[in-house]
């Protein structure tokens, strides 16, 4: 399977979803809202996610930084009693960053299964941590949030104002990643698939280039547990759990792997599956998401990306060449 | 003097769970180069399979020797059944692909696999004492220890020994040498590869079934403990070398003293204590203590 | 086993050297030395009058050493012009840029401008895997020339290159090379190739060399012959 991302029909396809994102939420019933503001934080985790996957790393526990990012908040409304948006977010972020950057020292120099598993365990590590120190993080009950403040005024997790907080967070996540996959440390990021020696050879150190990337994954990590721990109102230690990070490779998956649109689409078709399946078949949820994944896999690499496009060739009557696997 | 024996005792007992639930990993990893994540769900498949069916003795009132013989027959049920099915109908068709997608299909396995046992046992634990208490305790220096334990480290020391030989001394072991080695030559030479992948795979089906059978009677059977139960297993196998049998073994004793050390004297550090002894040998030792490195070709 | 003992090589600069052995002389071995990517036993490594033995490749790299392989190294996903655009990027230390567009000036028109030289230019937007055998190894040298190197290895530039095309990949490299005035140190198999390229060729056998001057001469003694053609 190739990894591709036509970064040129970002313009199209990023117009019309922000047009719809933007417009369209003040005529959607609250639930929806709901959905929509889930989906949003959904989507700047599984960035980080994808972002990996474009030099071939998959991580098993990006949850590790999600909870870091939702427990930096827990822990600020609890000694602190500060519910500001405008110091959280940026707090989020410097948490996962911090995190990443130590967590980052050892995975550096792994690729492929141990990436993966190795991840999987600092996760499972930090949940087993949240569980058991429970006179600090509450352990199974979690932390309770309440109610988010933007510049001083009140901002409900359920709220209108607090979705376009939240949409306009999804947009600073575009801009830089957007950046950042155009730039030469995006491209050496992919270069990193391709081959590691002539990386190497061209004097530039891959471990850099898996550090580099690995420190952006875990900030959007942490953005998105800011985000997510106001919608929920409430944080628990299955916020590191695997299942957690489970979701974000699902979503990643869904999503065709880079790109930025592609992860858009999955967050959204994510979040409605998730809350139609949990109302009818809460106990085949992850049974769904194991089958709808093997069917990607062995159907459509592309995902859901790859699928739209197919339509849109279709309706416009040219192929514009996405399908390359 | 009593803490020494008792951690030791505990050492010993836990390195033969940790052991039987991880060599059928690192069989399938050294064979096929796959990691396969479903492997905690086989083992947990194993695990209330096994289980249901001893209970099923027990209520038509067959005498409770038989859960023995039902443990059995559940993981070899769970083991020829899956085993066959995961890689003929799935893995075979993925054999080429990144790493990363055979992580993937293997992770989704395990998402399912995880939930039909929910759907099929429901969410409360499933139990069954009778294997564990018939075979009576035994006392050391004041502790009392069931007999069952000292089956269990029976079991897996047979177990490995029987994939050791299996390995060295038959032809098939030759051949799976063969295939490991070069895919592509033995193929050449007539080999039938997807053969071997199938028997592999099974047989690491096979061991995480048994496994997950013979380790019930010790635990409750709950729902979503599969994925931890490969966490585990890849921290074992990580630590011994991924592929090697006796790195398994190597890794099984060292987790498990390492556990039973913190359990009794830094007990909120238990968990956290594998995962650091992992990384702290991946550090030092990216291949594993018995592992071998892999040379970078130009 | 020995496969390189105790070899002392003086190149002038801008010099292009042939070196030529059998199976097993240690040519390899000499470039992979050279270049970092494997560490002597016993003994130091001198390039460029710089102790480089205890340095990776990249730090060589870093120190004007590239390399081509036997097998082109090539970011078999990207376009033949990103893989440029890549060099480019790392030669003016801004691999870890993570702000500023990959593609932009002055690197586009001077990858453009290498690519050019090395006759890829109709491919320049082309992914990487639609290149021919021949443009392959081209590129594998254009992405090593596009380092800016002061000394470049390159391991049998013309193996797997088809009869017809080796003569036309080496016209090309050498008047690269000549205006870039670049150092050159290349492992040839083919004879042809180094009679007609090399101004010096160095003959080795068994991690020494044997013979070193000009290509005719040098090729002309019974004992090189033996040497580097066993049999014949």
């Known amino acids: ?325 | 003097m009593n803490l020494l024996t008792i951690i030791v005792f505990d050492a010993i007992n836990y390195a033969a769970t940790l052991f039987l639930l991880s060599v059928g990993l690192t069989v399938v990893f050294g064979v096929m180069r796959i990691l396969n994540v479903s492997h905690g769900g086989i083992y947990a498949l194993g695990a209330y399979m096994g289980t249901w069916l001893a209970l099923l003795v027990l209520e038509v009132d067959l005498p409770p020797v038989l859960t023995y013989a039902m443990l059995l027959l559940g993981a070899l049920i769970v083991g020829f059944l899956l085993g066959p099915i995961i890689e003929r109908l799935l893995l075979r068709r993925i054999y080429g692909s990144d790493m990363h997608i055979q992580l993937l299909l293997t992770f989704s396995i395990l998402l399912i696999l995880d939930d039909s046992m929910k759907l099929i046992w429901g969410m409360e634990p499933l139990f069954i004492s009778e294997p564990y208490s018939m075979l009576g305790r035994f006392k050391v220096g004041g502790i009392i220890y069931p007999w069952y334990d000292f089956v269990l480290v029976g079991v897996s020391v047979v177990f490995g020994g029987a994939l050791v030989w299996m390995v060295r001394a038959t032809r098939f072991g030759k051949l799976v040498i063969a295939v490991i080695h070069d895919r592509e030559v033995s193929r050449a030479i007539g080999i039938n590869v997807n053969l071997v992948f199938t028997v592999a795979f099974t047989v690491g089906a096979l061991a995480a079934a048994l496994g997950g059978a013979f380790v019930a009677p010790k635990i409750a059977v709950v729902p979503q403990f599969a994925l931890e139960v490969v966490v585990l297993a890849f921290a074992v196998i990580a630590i011994g070398g991924m592929g090697s049998i006796e790195g398994a073994a190597i890794g099984a004793v060292i987790v498990s003293f390492a556990r039973a050390l913190a359990i009794h004297l830094a007990p909120e550090l238990e968990l956290m204590v594998v995962y650091l002894i992992m990384i702290l040998v991946l550090v030092i030792r990216p291949e594993g203590l018995f592992g071998e490195a892999e040379l970078r070709r130009i | 086993m020995v496969a390189a003992d105790d070899l002392n090589i003086d190149v002038e600069n801008g010099e292009l050297v042939g070196i030529v052995g059998a199976n097993g002389s240690g040519k390899t071995t000499f470039l992979n030395l050279i270049t970092g990517y494997l560490k002597p036993e016993s003994g130091r490594i001198l390039v460029m009058g710089q102790d480089t033995t205890d340095l990776a490749p990249r730090e060589l790299a870093k120190r004007g050493v590239a390399r081509s392989f036997q097998i082109p190294q090539l970011y078999t996903n990207m376009t033949v012009l990103e893989g440029v655009l890549l060099s480019l990027a790392a030669t003016a230390g801004e691999s870890s840029n993570f702000w500023r567009p990959l593609h932009r000036d002055p690197w586009e028109p001077e990858a453009w401008e290498i690519l050019n030289r090395f006759g890829l230019e109709s491919y320049a937007n082309r992914p990487v895997s639609e290149l021919p055998e021949g443009g392959r190894k081209l590129l594998d040298i254009a992405l090593s020339f596009a380092l800016k190197p002061t000394l470049l290895v390159m391991d049998e530039p013309t193996s797997g290159v088809s009869i017809e095309d080796k003569f036309q990949v080496m016209d090309t490299l050498i008047a690269v090379l000549r205006e870039g005035d670049i150092t050159t140190i290349f492992v040839e198999h083919d004879m042809d190739v180094v009679q007609r390229y090399g101004k010096r060729v160095l003959v080795f056998d068994t991690g020494r060399v044997v013979a070193d001057g000009e290509p005719e001469s040098v090729l002309a003694q019974p004992e090189v012959r033996r040497a580097v053609l066993g049999h014949e």
Request: aromatic fraction near 16%; include cysteine.
């Open chain 1, 1 to 325: 399977m190739t990894h591709w991302m036509d970064w040129r029909a970002l313009p199209r396809a990023g117009v019309v979803a922000a047009a719809l994102l933007i417009l369209v939420p003040p005529f959607l019933p609250g639930w929806i809202l709901f959905v929509l503001t889930k989906a949003m934080f959904m989507f700047i985790a599984v960035m980080g996610v994808s972002v990996l996957l474009r030099g071939g790393l998959l991580t098993f526990g990006h949850a590790l930084y999600y909870a870091t990012g939702a427990y930096a908040v827990g822990f600020c409304i609890k000694w602190l009693g500060v519910r500001e948006l405008l110091f959280l977010i940026p707090l989020g972020a410097l948490a996962g960053f911090i995190m990443a950057a130590l967590v980052g020292i050892v995975m550096a120099r792994y690729r492929e299964v141990f990436f993966a598993m190795l991840n999987l365990a600092f996760s499972m590590m930090l949940f087993g941590a949240l569980l058991k120190l429970y006179w600090i993080t509450g352990g199974t009950d979690g932390l309770a949030i309440g109610t988010a403040t933007l510049a001083g005024i009140a901002l409900p997790g359920d709220s209108y104002g607090y979705y376009y907080f939240a949409l306009t967070m999804v947009g600073i996540v575009t801009l830089v990643v957007y950046r950042f996959m155009a730039s030469p440390a995006g491209y050496f990021l992919r270069a990193m698939y391709d081959n590691e020696i002539r990386i190497e050879y061209s004097g530039v150190a891959v471990r850099q280039v898996v550090y580099r990337t690995y420190l952006l994954a875990g900030t959007l990590g942490g953005v998105a547990g800011v985000l997510a721990a106001f919608t929920i109102g409430h944080i628990v230690p299955e916020d590191a759990f695997w299942i957690q990070s489970g979701e974000f490779v699902f979503v990643a998956l869904l999503g065709v792997f880079g790109g930025v649109p592609g992860p858009m689409l999955g967050a959204l078709v994510f979040e409605f599956l998730q809350t139609y399946a949990s109302k009818y078949f809460p106990l085949a949820w992850q049974m769904m998401m194991g089958i709808i994944m093997l069917l990607i896999i062995l159907f459509q690499p592309g995902g859901l990306w790859a699928i739209y496009q197919r339509i849109e060739a279709r309706i416009t009557g040219k192929d514009r060449g996405g399908d390359h696997h």
